[in-house]
């Protein structure tokens, strides 16, 4: 049978388990009563969805809402999972291959109206049928004083009762009265286990940095934490090894991991982490799983992560035993073009193709963020936050400005020269740099050639790489890198909207003698 981490991905297509998920899914999947409460859009489908495909039998899904019903049927559907629900919307086709999913013990996940609980036929079917788990959504609907109660929701527990299977309640409602008349009405004595959201990890100080010469910018993060455990990883097994080669000739005690060593070396550098003090280990994603180690002082991304998903489980894995830990996340235009690049040549259908692109963007956002780093982060999970005081942005605010007539400029760049051509020579065009390849394509006799001499190269590349982290350009895979201008940026170019950018991060590059990459 696949782990739930192959499900994850192959079924519904995502990377990385959101904050609590894991630990939810297991706990499900391993039979346990369970309550969880989640903030809305924190996931809390996954959570049922995914052990109901690893338990054997099939899992009664009660929800109160019909459209949601149908849209969560669709969705595992076209998944390839057998899915189906009993609602009064369904043509007597959709009823029809319900029961003989029910009948030869297809079905994986059956979805329910709690108005059908009130009749015996279903009794009787459910009775009959191979059930091993009762999932309940928004569960909140049990509770008597609550403005949404459902009177058919208290027939829940007698239907847990009577099949005597695990159940699984979930809400967005956090209060303790409700949390305990749910756990009285739907679980009848049994104390589940409660999850209880708090995803923040107050803990973890946050911050990014943007590309500028980022080898030295790992080795001075990590010189400023000489002999803590750390994890420094990287978008490729090839700077696994080179940077913990680097780190070595710096004195550091460190190794590299990712999935292309064989199996032995690679459980001799988790070993060697669980058992020593101060080691860093350079690694690629495959680093993490089994890693447990309470005390890893630092994490820091020489690249982009793929999404924020993976973005906070592998800052997660820091300071884990509460005490105060460091990451650092570098990123620059080249990690956005192979991320987009990865999605655009994927195998995955378009519809998916697009939420990864969406998902890309949120951690893009949260790269260029102008306020609180954790707030943001937090907001993006469903849980809202005060400023946090320990990120980066908190400490130093970001300097900003109105830079809708810099975007203007650019994108016009970008639209008259047909969104053929990358930063570097849209950024010539600006400047009015007459270059060979400028004059060849008689982009000098262009309205916007010299139109943006305010900015230097380097700013300009910092004002590029803004607009790509907001998703107003994205880079074209099948074009090397050329810009196109996005439904985003339509607003700006036609003045109806304005857009603020970070100065500082444009000063910070017209003071680096590094390109700002
Ligand atoms: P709710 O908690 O409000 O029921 P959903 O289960 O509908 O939230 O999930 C909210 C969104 O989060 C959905 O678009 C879903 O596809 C997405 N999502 C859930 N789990 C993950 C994950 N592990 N990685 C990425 N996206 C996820
Ligand atoms: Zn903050």
Same mark, same amino acid.
Request: hydrophobic content about 40%; proline content about 5%.
């Given at each position: 049978m696949s782990s739930?981490?192959?499900?994850?991905?192959?079924?519904?297509?995502?990377?990385?388990?959101?904050?609590?998920?894991?630990?939810?899914?297991?706990?499900?999947?391993?039979?346990?009563?369970?309550? %969880?409460?989640?903030?809305?859009?924190?996931?809390? $489908? *996954?959570?049922?969805?995914?052990? #109901?495909?690893? @338990?054997? /039998?099939?899992?009664v899904v009660i929800s109160p809402l019909i459209a949601l019903m149908r849209d969560q049927v669709r969705g595992l559907q076209a998944a390839g999972v057998a899915a189906g629900a009993l609602t009064s919307g369904n043509t007597d086709e959709e009823t029809? %291959?319900?029961?003989?999913?029910?009948?030869?013990? $297809? *079905?994986?996940?059956?979805?329910? #109206?709690?108005? @059908?609980? /009130?009749?015996?036929?279903?009794?009787?079917?459910?009775?009959?049928?191979?059930?091993?788990?009762?999932?309940?959504?928004?569960?909140?609907?049990?509770?008597?004083?609550?403005?949404?109660?459902?009177?058919?929701y208290?027939?829940?527990? %007698?239907?847990?009762?009577?099949?005597?299977?695990?159940?699984?309640?979930?809400?967005?409602? #956090?209060?303790?009265?409700?949390?305990?008349?749910?756990?009285?009405?739907?679980?009848?004595?049994?104390?589940?286990?409660?999850?209880?959201?708090?995803?923040?990890?107050?803990?973890?100080?946050?911050?990014?940095?943007?590309?500028?010469?980022?080898?030295?910018?790992?080795?001075?993060?990590?010189?400023?934490?000489k002999g803590q455990s750390g994890i420094v990883y990287c978008a490729s097994r090839a700077k696994t090894e080179t940077l913990a080669a680097a780190l070595r000739d710096a004195?550091?005690?460190?190794?590299?991991?990712?999935?292309?060593?064989?199996?032995?070396?690679?459980?001799?550098?988790?070993?060697?982490?669980?058992?020593?003090?101060g080691l860093v280990v350079c690694a690629t994603v495959a680093f993490g799983m089994g890693v447990d180690k309470p005390d890893i002082r630092w994490v820091a991304h020489a690249d982009l992560p793929k999404s924020i998903e993976s973005y906070y489980q592998e800052i997660g894995r820091a300071g884990r035993d509460g005490a105060p830990a460091e990451t650092l996340t570098l990123y620059g235009p080249d990690d956005i073009r192979l991320r987009r690049t990865q999605i655009d040549e994927g195998l995955a259908p378009d519809a998916r193709k697009g939420a990864d692109h969406g998902r890309l963007n949120a951690l893009l956002g949260l790269a260029e963020a102008l306020g609180c780093r954790r707030q943001r982060l937090l907001a993006y999970f469903?849980?809202?936050?005060?400023?946090?005081?320990?990120?980066?942005?908190?400490?130093?605010?970001?300097?900003?400005?109105?830079?809708?007539?810099?975007?203007?400029?650019?994108?016009?760049?970008?639209?008259?020269?047909?969104e053929n051509f990358g930063a570097g020579h849209l950024i010539d065009i600006l400047l009015g740099n007459a270059t060979d390849k400028v004059t060849a394509r008689h982009h000098d006799a262009l309205p916007t050639f010299g139109v943006g001499k305010e900015f230097n190269k380097r700013e300009w590349q910092a004002v590029f790489r803004q607009m790509m982290g907001r998703d107003l350009v994205r880079p074209v895979a099948e074009r090397h890198g050329a810009l196109a201008m996005t439904e985003a940026a339509r607003p700006i170019l036609r003045g109806e909207a304005g857009i603020e950018l970070r100065r500082d991060v444009i000063a910070a590059a017209a003071r680096e003698n590094r390109p700002a990459v």
């Open positions: 739930a981490r192959d499900l994850l991905s192959s079924v519904f297509g995502f990377g990385d388990f959101r904050p609590g998920q894991e630990e939810i899914v297991a706990a499900v999947a391993r039979g346990e009563n369970t309550l %969880a409460i989640m903030p809305t859009g924190g996931g809390k $489908s *996954l959570c049922f969805q995914l052990p #109901a495909l690893v @338990r054997a /039998g099939v899992t029809d %291959a319900v029961w003989r999913g029910l009948d030869d013990g $297809s *079905l994986k996940l059956l979805y329910m #109206a709690p108005e @059908r609980l /009130g009749s015996s036929g279903t009794e009787q079917m459910l009775n009959r049928a191979n059930v091993s788990l009762i999932a309940v959504d928004e569960a909140h609907c049990v509770s008597q004083w609550g403005h949404d109660f459902r009177p058919d208290l027939r829940i527990g %007698a239907l847990r009762a009577a099949l005597d299977v695990p159940l699984a309640a979930f809400t967005a409602t #956090a209060d303790a009265e409700t949390r305990e008349e749910i756990i009285a009405r739907l679980f009848g004595g049994i104390e589940p286990r409660v999850f209880l959201g708090g995803f923040d990890r107050p803990n973890l100080h946050l911050a990014f940095g943007a590309k500028n010469g980022p080898r030295r910018q790992i080795l001075d993060f990590a010189a400023a934490r004195k550091h005690n460190a190794c590299h991991y990712h999935g292309g060593m064989e199996a032995g070396p690679r459980r001799a550098v988790e070993e060697r982490f669980a058992r020593e003090d469903g849980e809202t936050a005060d400023p946090c005081g320990n990120c980066d942005l908190c400490e130093t605010p970001p300097e900003i400005f109105d830079g809708t007539e810099a975007v203007r400029k650019a994108l016009s760049a970008v639209l008259r020269t047909e």
